[in-house]
């Protein structure tokens, strides 16, 4: 976008004496004895005005006066000398060039009020098309960088530091730039590439302050986006806390229970191999509570190492029922010789913690069932119980019943790049974990 300008001087006098030759050759071949000296005067009026729109007002006065001086000459008796037989003559030739210039200077002042107001009109559409909310910062600089025809942009923080490239500095490259614009806030937007012309200081500082708008508004929005994710870490860490307290305060009860029995004498007819049984499941479960919130920390801490290898999935699915050592667990269906490339540890543990929340939430006594059948490339892995089962909301639940073993569940599942699914069983009872593996190639 360029403004509407005047033409250069060279053409502006050009005009002016191409008006002086033409005026001095009508007034010439005019009848002096004749002539109207009003209407030769109204005449070079109108001309004048003509040149005042293309020259401007200089010229314009000049004209005038060449214009009286070749009026006086020839139409003004006495012809051929610059004096004046008749005094209304005189008024008219003094008040001739008054006229012409003020008319000159009129047309020049609205031609550049026009001007000026068809560049404000243009300016405020462009910033209207700049100045969006939604819009990132390095989509503005591209509209900005569009509008005033450079090569690139960058904006750089009160302190001097690059928006764009953090290691650069204001003052560390000065070269190739088209403009500098220091914004109200101290933040500066260089342009880089051939000096732009026909912009106002004041129409770039307001792009500059644009961009300043955007870089604001992303840095709220990310910061905005930060504060929720920490919120939403802090209410999940809050949950697991209850979780484990409760997890370590039941086991820890019934352990209390077992050893208050055994040290009590009036208890000597009581099977001792049943309480120890009561302290060994509750041993187990606290140190599966205690392996969970270990497993947690190096997640968060994010000093889990995946280690893969191929193993036989039948005989990773014997080793997590060896080591729940719980009767009701059955096993339905197992895929025999199918090899799968992951880290067994890892799939252990998921195996594992579906497994003992599916035997823990199932207090109906029923058997839980344990299958890993081919689909294709794929081994499916279920853990099906019959009781009210753990939640029926998946692994994303937030609920007050939110445990710690779905969350390493979560997690493993998504270190090993693997889909796990738990749904309802059916609409009152019931819940199947499903877990879904390629098979190795």
């Not at 119980?385 to 939640?391: M, N, R, V």
């Amino acid at each position: 976008m360029t403004q509407v300008l005047p033409f250069n001087r060279p053409r502006r006098i050009a005009i002016g004496a191409t008006f002086i030759v033409l005026q001095w050759l009508t007034t010439r071949s005019v009848d002096a004895p004749h002539a109207n000296i009003a209407v030769v005067l109204l005449l070079n009026v109108l001309a004048l005005a003509i040149v005042g729109l293309f020259s401007g007002p200089i010229i314009s006065v000049l004209c005038s006066f060449a214009s009286v001086a070749t009026t006086n000459w020839f139409l003004i008796p006495p012809f051929g000398t610059f004096r004046v037989a008749n005094a209304d003559n005189v008024v008219a030739l003094v008040v001739f060039p008054l006229i012409a210039g003020g008319i000159a200077v009129l047309i020049q002042i609205s031609a550049r009020l026009r001007t000026t107001a068809q560049t404000a009109e243009q300016q405020n559409y462009m910033l209207s098309t700049v100045v969006d909310p939604n819009e990132t910062l390095m989509s503005t600089l591209k509209k900005i960088s569009h509008i005033l025809n450079v090569d690139s942009l960058d904006l750089f923080t009160p302190s001097g530091q690059s928006v764009l490239h953090p290691a650069t500095s204001l003052e560390s490259d000065v070269s190739d730039r088209a403009f500098q614009a220091v914004t109200t806030d101290g933040y500066t937007l260089v342009g880089y590439g051939p000096p732009i012309i026909g912009y106002e200081q004041t129409f770039v500082r307001s792009l500059a302050d644009a961009a300043v708008r955007a870089f604001e508004s992303e840095t709220t929005e990310i910061e905005i986006r930060r504060r929720k994710e920490l919120e939403a870490v802090n209410d999940v860490r809050t949950a697991l806390m209850a979780s484990i307290g409760h997890d370590l305060r039941t086991p820890l009860a019934s352990m209390r229970l077992a050893i208050d029995a055994l040290q009590d004498s009036s208890n000597e007819g009581m099977d001792s191999r049943l309480l120890a049984t009561s302290i060994d499941a509750s041993a187990r479960r606290i140190d599966e509570t205690l392996t969970n919130l270990l497993d947690m920390s190096r997640l968060e801490a994010g000093t889990l190492v995946l280690n893969y290898e191929d193993i036989y999935i039948d005989q990773l699915l014997m080793k997590v029922c060896h080591e729940v050592n719980d009767p009701r667990v059955r096993q339905s269906a197992v895929a025999g010789n199918v090899l799968v490339h992951t880290d067994p540890v890892l799939l252990e543990r998921i195996v594992a913690n579906l497994l003992s929340n599916a035997l823990r939430h199932d207090q109906s006594g029923s058997s839980v069932e344990m299958e890993a059948v081919l689909e294709e490339h794929d081994v499916l892995i279920s853990v099906i119980d019959h009781g009210p089962g753990f939640t029926r909301d998946g692994l994303n639940s937030s609920t007050e019943g939110t445990r710690l073993g779905l969350r390493i569940v979560e997690s493993f599942a998504q270190a090993l790049n693997i889909d796990v699914t738990i749904t309802a069983l059916t609409q009152t009872s019931g819940t199947i974990a499903r877990i879904r593996i390629g098979v190795a190639a």
